[in-house]
């Protein structure tokens, strides 16, 4: 069973940073990408950053040049360093991982429980 924890969520006035880190845990899975989405409230959740196994990135406009996302393949975890935020930024983030089953090399979604990240004016 894979199990996402996630933290490094919290209150932080405009213009601050905060990082967020996903760990993956379990065993008999490839990682094929990590990524972060946010839902504000009376939202749709949204992507916010997405890496995958080859290294490609993306983030959406919003965040572009003010967010960082990484990886650790050896421990199966990924990094949201988020700068410069902004009050907009405020939401509850969640990780999220595609991965393959070696039991039975199907594709699967997992998603972290969510970190509230909120910015003040």
């Known amino acids: 069973q894979v199990q996402l924890a996630e933290s490094g969520g919290g209150l932080v006035q405009a213009g601050g940073s905060l990082r967020l880190s996903c760990a993956a845990s379990g065993s008999g899975f490839s990682i094929n990408a990590m990524g972060w989405y946010r839902q504000a409230p009376g939202k749709q959740r949204e992507l916010v950053a997405r890496?995958?196994?080859?290294?490609?990135?993306y983030y959406d406009g919003s965040v572009k040049g003010r967010f960082t996302i990484s990886r650790d393949d050896a421990k199966n975890t990924v990094y949201l360093q988020m700068n410069s935020l902004k009050p907009e930024d405020t939401a509850v983030y969640y990780c999220n991982t595609a991965l393959t089953n070696y039991s039975d090399y199907l594709l699967r979604e997992y998603w972290g429980q969510g970190t509230q990240v909120t910015v003040s004016s």
């Open positions: 890496i995958d196994r080859g290294g490609s990135i």
